[in-house]
């Protein structure tokens, strides 16, 4: 079996609230396609995060459609498997799965229930991809851990899998011990332990984590050469693009081999060409010590490098002008979005002129997924001085919502009241 796994592609990502990259992800999947031609895959996995906000605009709707319609028609061989990730709407991702299906592609959106108990019998099909040379087990992302939900699945398919063909399990987690380098701006990440994941899986195609990687071999994360390892080996293949100035690392896309259920599986990074790089000026590492000496560096930067992002390192004691952002923008004008900046400052010094509060502990999906106010403000109290007691909260709110629900039974009692009256006058 031999599959192209790939992950957090964030279609539509508008970078710094000013730069749209379209014609990124159009180069990302140039490539893509040619490495699904010259490679003949059994399938092309997609680890979640296939885009950047829950209700992407029409036109990244569109692109993602020709973009896979295009590899399906030019592989029709390959099977497509995608997973939703936290940045998707798995309902979304799911009510579009039936209309896929009819072009060879399984999208998986809504993830199964906590508990596999008291679920109809079959539930384990909607996750369990077959092909003639394996098994994929396709999971989206899942809020905590759910071990025996995926065993049942993994059961189900070692059940079936009499010729021991090779077993692939997708999933978008964060996996602990995992080099998170590059996110350190999104909050801390609740993780989870590998034995969360099952068994009976050949090979864990990874997302969530942007840094390839395959776990318990930090040694090979950037190796470019195929590696071989035994069956049971976690990757995560990496983000489609760089999304920050912290992932100084190569992306890639991983080329897997698998023989056998239980044979060794090869591994082979696929560099990803970046249309844009990302710089933190000055590049020797340093600082800019003046306002002066910052618009110098863009500028020869402009000049020498011409393409791509960055973000300016400054030091603490320097005052910048509060048109100093413009004057940026300026220079940048006639190179039109080529060199596209980042307007956050890094703060070189001990003293630094940020001071960054904890951050909750917890996900965007998680949040997304709140009923109750109260659990919200619980969860970011930290970030919020002079809240009263939770208790007392929940009070404020209990009375607010039977004030809502009195007012909801007078309005339901004069529209009642005014339809007796004119069936009467009827």
């Known amino acids: 079996m031999k599959i192209i796994h790939t ?20 180069h990302f999947f140039k490539q893509l396609k040619t490495w699904c031609q010259e490679e003949k895959p059994d399938a092309l996995v997609v680890s979640g995060d296939i885009f950047d906000i829950q209700q ?19 592989n029709p061989d390959m099977a497509v498997v ?9 309902s979304r991702i799911q009510a579009d799965s039936p209309v896929w299906d009819a072009a060879g592609v399984r999208l998986v959106g809504t993830a199964p229930a906590v508990g596999s108990t008291d679920l109809p019998d079959g539930w384990q099909e909607k996750y369990i991809v077959r092909l003639k040379s394996g098994y994929i087990v396709a999971l989206p992302y899942m809020i905590g851990e759910r071990p025996e939900v995926i065993q049942s699945i ?3 398919v070692k059940e079936e899998n009499t010729e021991g063909k090779p077993v692939v399990l997708m999933a978008h987690t964060a996996i602990t011990g995992t080099d998170m380098q590059g996110h350190g701006e999104i909050g801390k990440m609740r993780t989870q332990g590998i034995e969360s994941m099952g068994h009976g899986w050949d090979y864990l195609a990874l997302g969530h984590i942007h840094k390839p990687q395959t776990l ?12 071989t390892y035994p069956s049971g080996v976690a990757r995560y293949s990496g983000s489609a693009l760089h999304v920050s100035c912290d992932e100084t690392y190569p992306h890639s896309v991983s080329l897997v081999e698998i023989p056998a259920h239980g044979a060794d599986v090869t591994i082979r990074p696929l560099r990803i060409d970046e249309l844009r790089h990302f710089f933190i000026l000055p590049a020797d590492g340093k600082s800019y010590a003046s306002e002066e000496e910052a618009l110098a560096g863009v500028k020869d930067f402009c000049e020498k490098v ?54 909750p502990v ?3 999906a998680e949040l997304q997924q709140m009923q109750d106010p109260v659990d919200f403000i619980e969860k970011t109290r930290s970030q919020y001085q002079g809240l009263p007691e939770a208790d007392e909260l929940r009070k404020i709110f209990d009375e607010v919502r039977d004030e809502i629900k009195r007012f909801e039974d007078e309005a ?7 339809a007796a009256k004119q069936k009467t006058e009827e």
Request: glycine share 6%.
């Open 154 to 156: 993994m059961d189900k």
């Open 412 to 418: 339901r009692q004069k529209e009642a009241r005014k």
């Open 7 to 26: 992950a957090d592609l964030h279609l539509g990502q508008i970078l710094y609230q000013n730069y749209d990259r379209e014609d990124e992800h159009a």
């Open 56 to 74: 992407p605009s029409a036109a990244t709707k569109r692109f993602f459609n020709e973009r896979f319609v295009d590899l399906v028609r030019n």
């Open 216 to 227: 318990g071999h930090p040694e090979d994360a950037l190796k470019a050469e195929a590696v």
């Open 306 to 359: 011409g393409k791509g992002y960055f973000r300016l390192c400054v030091d603490a004691e320097v005052s910048l002008s509060s048109n100093f952002n413009q004057k940026v923008y300026e220079i940048l004008a006639p190179y039109d979005e080529e060199v596209r900046f980042n307007p956050k400052t890094i703060w070189a010094g001990e003293t630094g002129k940020e001071e960054v509060a904890e951050k």
């Open 362 to 364: 917890f996900e965007v």
């Open 82 to 90: 995608i997973a939703a990730g936290n940045h998707d709407s798995a």
